[in-house]
């Protein structure tokens, strides 16, 4: 649809701007500086993205995404920035996912938390300064996304997601992603997006330990860990004794975000019908076959 | 009666000081019984060491899969020869 409205003229542009870069392995590869991005898009009067991605389609590399393609390939970061990511809780998982998305180049990020940082949240949200306590989480990510990488659009709800408003909140993301710290929201996600038909990528943390898995809409989600039944739901977990320390959040969002990577790019394989299980203290990751 | 492996995780395998173990049990609530009679009082002293105050059982504040399947939505709680327990700590931080 972007590149539609991109003419030639425009690609010649992108082509004859492109500079060699001499990657250690010996090969040169044409790349276009974040500068030269900027200047087309604006004498073009078409957004940065699109310059990106019409650069990615004719062997361009934004030098941004220069160290990615070794990973993902070109078609890869072509279908990360054309992609639609929701990242529901903006605290320690939330943060550094929304800082990651943003630096691998997904193209539309929607943040939603209704919560303001507090001086508790600075020994592990990464968003959270001395300065910014008692702004609002979705305000302070999304300047940040913006500032990481101006050619994304990112989208910020105000809002606790819930059974009712999770399809509308969620609608339009092509992958889910769990900055939570509940059991009864992560359901309210669960269902929203088994309604919509996309992938959620879940994450929990207390303390030393953390789990994540990958639900698509036929796999099994978390009633096969928690059970089907309401009287057996936990609400919160050991976090409430053990804390969540400074690095157990950016270990789980991490995954989290190669999970989404994965799922857009189709790279890898996402841990499906599985929950693993992180031990930070043991240094261990384990893997459970989850069934029905 | 039948042969079984339990395995624990996290601070369930740092505090009973094992990755796993072999038991024989007729059922799952027996398994749990003998869990709870070998490392249940190990379990409540270590976690309160740590400020954690585990109340009831083991599996109380426990979750726990039977080959994969929740024990909540197993419709038998019978044990076969070669089965597995997976026993860990809920988490819900984020």
Redesign the interface.
């Known amino acids: 649809m972007e590149s539609s409205r991109v003419g030639q003229d425009i690609v010649r542009c992108i082509v004859e701007s492109a500079e060699a870069y001499l990657a250690p392995d010996g090969k040169k590869h044409p790349v276009i500086s974040l500068k030269t991005v900027a200047s087309i898009a604006d004498s073009q009067g078409i957004s940065a993205k699109e310059v990106e991605i019409t650069a990615l389609k004719h062997g361009v590399i934004p030098r941004r995404y220069l160290r990615n393609i070794g990973t993902i390939g070109l078609d890869g970061q072509i279908k990360l920035l054309q992609s639609t990511v929701a990242v529901v809780g903006a605290g320690g998982l939330g943060g550094t996912i929304v800082e990651l998305l943003a630096r691998q180049g997904v193209g539309y990020l929607i943040i939603i938390d209704n919560d303001c940082f507090t001086e508790d949240n600075l020994n592990r949200q990464i968003m959270s300064t001395e300065r910014n306590l008692g702004e609002y989480k979705t305000a302070v990510a999304a300047k940040r996304a913006r500032e990481v990488n101006s050619a994304i659009t990112v989208t910020t709800f105000l809002e606790r997601l819930t059974r009712e408003n999770g399809q509308k909140l969620l609608s339009g993301a092509q992958v889910v992603v769990d900055g939570l710290d509940n059991l009864s929201s992560r359901l309210a996600v669960e269902q929203a997006c088994r309604q919509l038909a996309i992938p959620y990528v879940h994450a929990s943390i207390a303390g030393f330990s953390g789990q994540l898995m990958t639900i698509f809409p036929e796999d099994v989600g978390l009633s096969s860990v928690y059970g089907s039944s309401s009287n057996t739901i936990f609400e919160q977990g050991i976090e409430t004794k053990t804390g969540n320390p400074s690095t157990t959040p950016a270990l789980l969002a991490v995954l989290q975000v190669q999970e989404v990577v994965k799922i857009i790019t189709g790279v890898g394989k996402p841990v499906r019908n599985q929950i693993l299980l992180v031990d930070a203290r043991e240094c261990t990751i384990d893997r459970i076959e989850l069934r029905r | 009666m039948a042969l079984i492996t339990v395995r624990f995780?996290?601070?369930w395998?740092?505090h009973t000081g094992t990755g796993s173990v072999t038991l024989q049990a007729d059922n799952v609530d027996e398994a749990l019984a003998q869990l709870e009679e070998k490392f249940g009082s190990q379990l409540r002293e270590k976690l309160e060491a740590?400020?954690?105050?585990l109340d009831g059982k083991i599996q109380d504040?426990s979750?726990i899969?039977l080959?994969?399947?929740?024990?909540?939505?197993l419709k038998t709680t019978g044990l076969e020869e070669g089965d597995v327990l997976?026993i860990?700590?809920?988490?819900?931080?984020?």
Not at chain 2, 50 to 53: E, F, L, R, V, Y
Not at chain 2, 88 to 94: M, Q, T
């Open positions: 995780y996290s601070l395998r740092l740590d400020g954690i105050h504040h979750l899969l080959n994969g399947i929740a024990l909540h939505n997976y860990f700590p809920p988490v819900a931080g984020g």
